[in-house]
T-cell receptor, first 118, second 110 residues
Framework: DTEVTQTPKHLVMGMTNKKSLKCEQHMGHRAMYWYKQKAKKPPELMFVYSYEKLSINESVPSRFSPECPNSSLLNLHLHALQPEDSALYLC?????????????????FGPGTRLTVL | GENVEQHPSTLSVQEGDSAVIKCTYSDSASNYFPWYKQELGKGPQLIIDIRSNVGEKKDQRIAVTLNKTAKHFSLHITETQPEDSAVYFCAAPNFNKFYFGSGTKLNVKP
């Protein structure tokens, strides 16, 4: 099973709201990712967690706050977003922490959360 | 970082024809090349991948070829079907950072 689940599927929020996106995988993967995807564009990496520690932050604004409570869960906390943050937010996971193994492993994506900021 | 170029941006084929999508990359150290299919409103789904010690890999109607010398790899879909219509992305990762191509919208006409 290569399933990554994400909730909610759709989210509409105002610029003053606080909300969270959730991602879960039960494949025993030790690396998890958040991507942002605008329409007709490829996914853009936001954050990487390896062994529940933040290993990459692609200079993402602080209004996006990631959290990895355990090896199966990944959250993205949203606060004071702007309309231009409206996008599809994708979670992905892979088996190994590649910087240690020097091996690139397949990333499996979830279905995404469609976020609209009003 | 890696630079990945993908062509064409759109591709229309008749059902039953073949489709070919090409990607080039810049970092000669890249050694893993996945292809993802993304249907409207869904997340990218891995359809096939290849590692640099292999020149070609097939899975039923889908194949990927890799030319490490020229730094390009291609996705081949034979006997296309309407359900193959989607956006396809190639990627050339540097460890756990995936550098995606710009995507190809494939339209298979019945």
């Amino acid at each position: 099973d290569t399933e990554v689940t994400q909730t909610p599927k759709h989210l509409v929020m105002g610029m003053t709201n606080k909300k969270s996106l959730k991602c879960e995988q039960h494949m025993g993967h030790r690396a998890m990712y958040w991507y942002k995807q605008k329409a007709k564009k490829p996914p853009e990496l936001m954050f990487v967690y390896s062994y529940e520690k933040l290993s990459i932050n692609e200079s993402v604004p602080s209004r996006f706050s990631p959290e990895c409570p355990n090896s199966s869960l990944l959250n993205l906390h949203l606060h004071a977003l702007q309309p231009e943050d409206s996008a599809l937010y994708l979670c992905a996971s892979s088996q190994y922490e590649q910087l240690l193994t020097k091996r690139t492993d397949t990333q499996y994506f979830g279905p995404g959360t469609r976020l609209t900021v009003l | 970082g890696e630079n990945v170029e993908q062509h064409p941006s759109t591709l229309s084929v008749q059902e039953g024809d073949s489709a070919v999508i090409k990607c080039t990359y810049s970092d000669s150290a890249s050694n893993y090349f996945p292809w993802y299919k993304q249907e409207l409103g869904k997340g990218p789904q891995l359809i096939i991948d290849i590692r640099s010690n292999v020149g070609e890999k097939k899975d039923q109607r889908i194949a990927v070829t890799l030319n490490k010398t020229a730094k390009h790899f291609s996705l081949h879909i034979t006997e296309t079907q309407p359900e193959d219509s989607a956006v396809y992305f190639c990627a050339a990762p540097n460890f756990n950072k995936f550098y995606f191509g710009s995507g190809t919208k494939l339209n298979v006409k019945p």
